[in-house]
């Protein structure tokens, strides 16, 4: 019968074309504001690696002097580099990485070529695994290499292109950087997860934007004094020692640190580690507050730092109240198309049909208008999402709709229209069949 | 085929009390024709409404070829008005925007038979009235006459025991109205039973048996015809008038 139901559901949508045209583009309307704002909070909001996000985890411990103490405070978000140094060697979790961003220019050593300015991150070999960074030729630079702080390049493959040209491989080449030969070991494939998660601290881009031109050993850059391209806090009094080795043994935080754990049950695990590794360090004179450790996931990590704006959140909700009002309208719209349909319900009643088969009948015609107000709407949520992607870079990034999203508005619509016919439908149902027959 | 025992049907109001009904008898053997007459008010249409199980009644009982429907809930009526019923109306109450197949395929979707069983059924019946070459036509592209044909088709499609018609020619004119009676008496002469409110005697005498009502209750049997007594046999037609006047 679902199929006789359709069937009258497009057919009913020739008869009073005015109130079914109504219908159709109220619903399109509302369902395409919720679906473009939605689309935008789903994509801010989205697990970037959800197959291991629960088990990637930022550590964070309160470094900050003893003045200006308030309990609650939120440790730092990064860490120093003595404590990214410690960590690294605490051989805790099953892979772990220091993060700090760089920034040069690479001289590719070609005489038509002038110098490249980049920008990219000091991550240890742990980083390329840990998240799952692709790789077109090479790969990391071996434990060895990482071992000694010996001079190895990973190329993103729009540089490894720029320096290059396409098709081509560059790995046992070097590249000149700041009078120093770096030797490529692999060239990482096009990777750009969204939200940034691995590096939402960062002087190139931000959350959404931007991605990793090159890759250095860590203690390389470290070696060869790159500074830091991102955030630098230097609690109380800063470093004591003048210089960039005054800076890298002061309580300045500038290292973005992750583990890797078995599974998500290393998380209490570890946050008991970060606790016994501040009460070690208390001994040493450092961390005159009370323990205060903190270990996030990656989703926890992403809500901590607020990836998805208040503004998105709000202006999504404000869509879904306006769908409402939509949804509102569309009920008084079918009230008014289905009591116009009264005479036709009393004889399909002296005919035969129960209530709940009229209850089917017209609530499948509901969802017809859904239907096609959802194809409507997905036409306008498209238009909905160029018109944020005019806004910014970063809108442009996420104002993007995939399958799900195109699967959710159509569902949506149709739901919305099924949710809106329910009192119609039932007031349909109760139409007296006796007085309908007389009165027609 | 119909029997009603002492029905009773009371409209309430916080305020008022209406009596439809009281006290109604009356039995409609299979293969009658049987015309109910009688003023404006007098109940028929509240009679025809409980015979066609569009509504329920207050008191007494009801059997409805064979089944007593007194306490049945509304989806065995709907089932059992699907199955044993066929209705004609005054207004035609054909679906203006479904063609003449799609009207008649309507109650044997409920019935739920198969396309083919539906196709050889809605076929024939429109051939019954003479509008097979119509069946993609819609109502509004017919006459009054046509249209009452094809609610007549559509109430044989599902080949019920009883035809409930309510002023089937009150729309039309005479002749329109003559072939429509034409039609009635011969799917009654093939064996359907016909239940017909009218206030028209002309075609009241055309009926085998007339019951009139009055206030509510069956006052009078008028006549019968000699054809009728030929249709269900002199004896038991007999027994009718004196059951129903007892």
Redesign the interface.
Known sequence: ?FR?YFQLGI??L??NPMLTALMVVTLAVGVAASMATFTVLYTMSGDPIPHKSDRLFVPRMDNAPIVGYAAGDEPSDQMTYQDAINLLASGQGVRRTAVYGIGSAIDSGRADLPPILVQGVAPTRDFFAMFEVPFLYGGPWDAATEASARDAIVLSRETSEKLYGAGVNPVGKSVRIDDTEWRITGVADTWKPMPRYYRLINGNGGGFVGSEDFFLPFQAAIRHEFGNNGNNNCNGEGPKEPGFQGWIKSECDFIQFWFEGKSAADQPRLKEFLAAYVTDQKKLGRYPRPINVRLENVMEWMKHLGVVSADAKLSTWLAFGFLLVCLVNTVGLLLAKFSARA??I????????????IFRQFLTEAAVIGLVGGALGLMLSFGGLWLISLQSEEMALVAKMDWAMLATTLGLAVGASILAGLLPTWRACQVT??LQ??T? | MLRMTNLSKVYRTHLIETHALRGFDIHVREGEFVAVTGPSGSGKTTFLNIAGLLETFSGGDYVLDGVNVKGMDDNARSKLRNEKLGFIFQGFNLIPDLNLFDNVDVPLRYRGFDAAERKRRIEDALGRVGLSSRVRHYPAELSGGQQQRVAIARALAGAPKLLLADEPTGNLDSQMARGVMELLEEINEQGTTILMVTHDPELAARAQRNVHIIDGQVSDLMRETTASLAAVGAASAANAFAADNT
């Open positions: 019968m006789y057919r009913s020739r008869r005479g036709e009393g004889v399909r009643r002296a005919l035969g049909a129960t209530r709940p088969e069949p006796a027959l007389k027609q």
